[in-house]
Structures are given as C-alpha cells and as structure tokens.
C-alpha cells in the first residue's frame, strides 16, 4: 500500500540536511577549542603575574606563562609592564603581565575556513621583591 511518490522523501531531506547539520557541530566544536584555549591563556597570564611580581626575568615569566598555558615558549607573548613603563620601583608597585596566543583553528573543514584568533588576557599583581621564583 503506497502514498504514491512520497518514497524517499525523508531519506532525501536527511540528505539534504545532514551536510548543515555536520558543518554546524563542527563550528561548536572550534569555538569550544578556542574557548577553551582563551581560559588557558588567562590562567598563564595569572601564573607570570605571580612570577613576575617575585623579580623573575623576563624569559623565566615567559617560560611560566607557556609552562601554565601547556604550550611551547615560542606560542606565548608575555609583556611586562609596570607604572611608569620602566619596571617596578619597589614593593607596593603594581605589575601588569599580558599574555597574547594565536589560537590554532584546525578543526576539519572549518579551521581552513577561519582564520587564527589571537587570544589575549591580562592580570596584574603586587610586586614583592625578594621572594625568589
């Protein structure tokens, strides 16, 4: 007993949608990754505030930043920065730390299609000399 032509109709709009449907949670999945990635990035922006604010170099601060971040070193850019752009003058000043990362998009057939965000996060800390890293 036929309905007379309405065969494969919904195999045809299953055809039709699942492309969208597919390309859809594909794009859920890339923003989760870069998300997820901004949320790291904060937490090594916290981590070189914490070793910048104890004296640490420079390349130690950075090398922290990556280390909290899970990346390599040359992934992170860390910045610091302190009132008066010249560094801190003593306990009491404030030191700024910015981290940027260019969050990978490589999530089939939508990472080719975006480009790469540049993430970025700041946090500031009480600078402390003379606590060691």
Same mark, same amino acid.
Request: proline share 7%; net charge neutral.
């Given at each position: ?44 922006? $916290?981590?070189?505030? $914490? ?50 990362? $260019? ?31």
């Amino acid at each position: 007993m036929s309905r007379g032509g309405d065969e494969g109709q919904a195999a045809t709009e299953v055809a039709l949608v699942l492309p969208l449907v597919v390309a859809l949670l594909l794009v859920v999945v890339q923003v989760t990754l870069v998300a997820r990635d901004q949320i790291m990035v904060v937490h090594a922006a $916290r981590e070189a505030a $914490r070793h910048a604010a104890v004296g640490a170099s420079p390349a130690a601060v950075r090398e922290a930043a990556a280390r909290a971040a899970g990346v390599k070193v040359q992934s992170i850019t860390a910045e610091i920065s302190a009132p008066g752009g010249s560094g801190p003058a003593g306990a009491g000043a404030t030191v700024v730390v910015r981290v940027s990362y $260019r969050s990978p998009t490589d999530v089939v057939l939508v990472g080719p299609l975006l480009p790469d965000p540049v993430l970025g996060a700041k946090a500031a800390m009480r600078f402390e000399p003379g606590h060691g890293s």
